[in-house]
């Protein structure tokens, strides 16, 4: 017999939003999904998450996804990831973004390590998403994937990529220590219609020290190294507190980055902003010109709704 409280216990458990494993609140541990899963309303993870080869892991608009911090090796990051050996199809709207951010009462940067799509074999999708509180929000390898309508804040990288197929437009990255990191580029890759500022760096490009190939002039003619691979334009790069772009050590050849706004006119101004080979002979020269001289209309979030306080 259904006592009245049973009753009633029974009605608030249905009524309460379910997560991936089917317990309203419970908590995600090191685990594996090994078939096509679906996750939806509140999900925390303790751990590590792999997305098995073959398996698609969906996640519906108004997901929140929470890390809660652990650190056992004691790196100064946090364990907590998603590991997408498969597909991950994460597609929000502009009122329900899907949320990946630490479950920490106080968060800061690093409370999580990332969402990484490694060696996927299927088109990952990445829309209307907001990374918070991670060591790099989301990281892409030796996979294809579009990146779009996304907020990364308060990580410590918004988005690093190596080898990848990649789309990353109309997202806006800020208050990061890093906005975009990127080690390799044999693409093809397309940086477009993105606002980039308020980070410590903007952009930043640094080689891996792997074997490259293909990719770039071995010859030093001045031919760009990432003309044909990956294409900077039509983005807002602006009031990144260190440099809008930085080149890292042993970036020898050319970048390739015109048809971008830089927050202003004065080239001198703009310059300031870089750091390529004007300050290190040892690097190679960004190739801003033709620049855009007013603020790209368009770029960052379609039908963007504000940011609220967790």
Known sequence: MITPLKRFILILFLLLPLNASGMPGAEIGNMVIRR?????????????????????????PGTIISFRRLDQN??????????????????????????????????????????????????????YCRFQYAF??????????????????????????????????????RDNNIGIRFTRMEGPVEIKFNDISHNHVGIFLVPS???????????HTGRPWNEGHLEIVNNNIYVNDDYNLKLGAKQKWNLKISGN???????GIIRAGIFDHQRDPDLGRALITPLSAVKITGAGIKNCVPLRRP
Request: with cysteine.
């Open 261 to 267: 706004w830089w927050g202003g006119d004065d080239p």
């Open 136 to 173: 790099s929000g989301l990281q892409v390898h030796f996979s294809t994937a579009t990146v779009s309508n996304c907020l990364f804040v308060n990580n410590n990288e918004g988005l690093r990529f190596g080898r990848a197929k990649l789309k990353i437009d109309h997202n806006e990255f």
């Open 36 to 60: 096509d899963t679906t996750w939806s309303g509140r999900i925390i993870i303790k751990g590590v998450v792999v997305v098995g080869r073959g398996v698609t892991l969906s996640i519906s």
């Open 209 to 219: 020290g792997q074997n490259i190939v293909d990719f770039f002039d071995p010859g």
């Open 74 to 127: 004691g790196d100064g990051v946090g364990d907590g990831e998603i590991r997408v050996l498969g597909r991950l199809l994460a597609k929000g709207s502009a009122a329900l973004p899907i949320t990946f951010r630490s479950a920490e009462s106080n968060p800061r940067p690093r409370d999580w390590s990332y969402v990484l799509l490694f060696t996927s074999g299927q088109k990952s999708v990445i829309d």
